[in-house]
């Protein structure tokens, strides 16, 4: 039988230059010469994500890191192999600056805008090469947040080079059996003898361990229970010649996605440490890495969403059925816009905190910036991680059985997904943790604050219902919580009360840019999309629940 038609897989191009949003947005919020002085590196990166990494992903699908314990003659060597994708991004991410160029702060508060802009076009062909480079980032803030200056001096400059060879990384080991979201339960013991501190206990779910250091909490001996009774120490992994200091990688996680991170289990025996700052309060110093991968995990659920829409996208110009390609048909063309609406929602959500980290790192905030980040990082992180993973699930529905076929590539967007709502606080601690910052912190009044103005400068004629939804609902969120004094009832809610304040938030941004967008030449694929968010025309709900409906009701 002869078999004469062959679908042709999805192609991209320039992941910049394809990039409508990107681009829009880093034209509202750049100055001009910063925006050109940035725009040849964005351009590259772009073209690697779109060109040759992608192909040398697809090519190195299959492969994964791979654990040797021991060598031939005996010897303990607990060495691990990445793959040639996390080979070739090591180099790369630390050429193109991807955490250096926050630190580097060349242009001050834009600096971070920058480097997520530069995160978020080398994520998705990197096979999660950005959970390294998070706790990296994430290590360096802590250090130079700690006031040791020795420690500081003598390890930031690796984490922070863009020399390869210097290049370091660093690993965060807080998981341990008992517990991945109760921190304070944490059983490791910290131990002084004559040449310093010594960490013995086992972690349960260190991500990246092949990294040169790693930030471990640890109880000193006498301490008491609890969060307050952890320490923080720094652990370089390695002697000069390459072999683990008094650790053990125990094995290997055998994982649903993100497979080609190698996540272990080690066991900690006498590992030298040094502590960070005073010898307690671990949680509390820790706190500067977790609100900074938190920020990362964010980038890269916007990233994977918009990998996906980008392949499903060109495919849907390529595959013809029921006689016309996919892009014409009505339905198909609807469904792809709920996605592009999810995906802005996010983008907005995510880029606030680049603004709101830029300002604050540059020394220029503006009155509640920080109070707002505190509150906007656990929101952004939860529920850009709850859309990334409906986001990738439609992705594959839209390219049928193809969709479900492992060596088209397609499948991994959804399993790597997957880990975006567990690791790093999962929905329920990141809704508890916002529910405590409105409580305790105050955080609700900038909060409302920045929806509202938000929504105010989306002021056009076309804009009016996405803009009244988000005030509408920002209202609701606030009535529920005055109302609302039950602890447990309120705890109860807490989810809806994040998702909602959210959804709020990205559709309050989405609009501004929309209105900017729409008065900076006419474009609007942004009021579309706030429309869609917004659930405006017409009763139906998207592919989450507009945001209306979304309102936190007990
Ligand atoms: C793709 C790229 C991104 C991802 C890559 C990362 C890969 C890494 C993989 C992992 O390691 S995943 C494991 C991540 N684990 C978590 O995220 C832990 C989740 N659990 C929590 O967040 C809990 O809420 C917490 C551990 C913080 C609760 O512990 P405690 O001991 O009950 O702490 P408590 O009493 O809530 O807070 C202690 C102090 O820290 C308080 O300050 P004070 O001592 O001054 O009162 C808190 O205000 C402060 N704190 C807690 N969370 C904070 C914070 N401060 C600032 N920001 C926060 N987020």
Redesign the pocket.
């Given at each position: 039988m002869k078999v004469d038609f062959v679908q042709e897989p999805p192609r991209l191009g320039n992941q910049y230059h394809d990039d409508r949003l990107l681009r829009s947005y880093l034209a509202r919020e750049l100055p001009p010469e910063v925006a050109r002085e940035i725009e040849p590196e964005l351009a590259e990166m772009g073209e690697r994500a779109g060109g040759e990494l992608y192909r040398l992903q697809l090519a190195d699908r299959s492969s994964e890191p791979v654990l040797t314990r021991w060598d031939a003659w005996g010897n303990r060597v607990d060495r691990v192999e990445p793959t040639a994708v996390w080979r070739r991004a090591e180099r790369l991410a630390a050429e193109a600056g991807l955490v250096a160029t926050a630190y580097e702060r060349r242009h001050a508060a834009q600096s971070r805008i920058h480097q997520f802009a530069l995160i978020y076009l080398f994520?998705a062909s990197t096979d999660?090469y950005?959970?390294p480079l998070?706790?990296t980032d994430g290590a360096a803030a802590t250090l130079l947040a700690s006031g040791n200056r020795r420690l500081a001096e003598r390890i930031v400059p690796h984490l922070t080079s863009r020399d390869p060879a210097g290049f370091w990384t660093s690993g965060?080991w807080?998981?341990e059996t008992i517990g991945?979201?109760?921190?304070?339960r944490s059983e490791t013991v910290a131990r002084r003898d004559g040449e310093g501190w010594r960490l013995y206990g086992r972690k349960w779910?260190?991500?990246?361990v092949a990294a040169q250091v790693a930030l471990a909490l640890a109880r000193p001996e006498g301490n008491p229970g609890?969060?307050?009774g952890l320490a923080l120490f720094l652990v370089e992994t390695r002697d000069s010649d390459g072999r683990p200091r008094n650790l053990r990688i125990e094995r290997l996680k055998d994982k649903l996605g993100t497979r080609k991170l190698p996540t272990a289990e080690i066991f900690l025996d006498g590992t030298p440490a040094e502590p960070v700052g005073e010898l307690a309060?671990g949680?509390?110093q820790i706190?500067t890495v977790?609100?900074l991968?938190?920020a990362?995990?964010a980038v890269?659920a916007v990233e994977l969403m918009r990998r996906g829409l980008a392949l499903a996208t060109d495919f849907a110009g390529r595959r013809s059925a029921f006689g016309r390609p996919l892009a014409e048909q009505p339905l198909h063309a609807d469904t792809l816009a709920g996605l592009e609406a999810e995906l802005e929602g996010a983008f907005h959500l995510t880029f606030l905190l680049a603004e709101l980290l830029g300002r604050i790192e540059a020394g220029e905030p503006r009155p509640a910036d920080e109070l707002l980040l505190?509150a906007a990082?656990?929101l952004a992180k939860l529920l850009t991680a709850k859309q990334a993973v409906a986001v990738a699930s439609e992705v594959l529905e839209s390219f049928g059985g193809a969709g479900y076929v492992e060596d088209t590539g397609l499948p991994v967007l959804l399993r790597d997904s997957q880990v975006?709502p567990i690791?790093?606080?999962?929905t329920n601690?990141?809704a508890?943790?916002l529910l405590?910052v409105l409580d305790r912190q105050r955080a609700l009044a900038p909060l409302v604050a920045t929806i509202n103005a938000a929504a105010d400068a989306g002021d056009h004629r076309e804009l009016e219902v996405p803009a009244g939804a988000a005030r509408d609902a920002t209202a609701a969120a606030t009535a529920w919580l005055a109302a609302t004094t039950d602890p447990d009832a309120r705890q109860a809610g807490a989810r809806r009360l994040a998702l909602t304040l959210g959804r709020a938030l990205e559709l309050a941004l989405t609009v501004r840019h929309a209105r900017w967008a729409l008065d900076a030449g006419g474009d609007r694929q942004s009021l579309a999309c706030a429309r869609r968010l917004a659930g405006d025309g017409g009763p139906l709900a998207g592919l989450t629940p507009p945001v209306a409906a979304a309102v936190a009701t007990p």
């Open positions: 994520t999660i950005s959970c998070a706790m965060q807080m998981t991945g979201s109760d921190v304070g779910f260190t991500s990246a609890g969060g307050r309060n949680v509390r706190a977790l609100n991968t938190r990362w995990n890269s505190r990082t656990p975006l690791w790093e606080g999962t601690v990141l508890l943790d405590d």
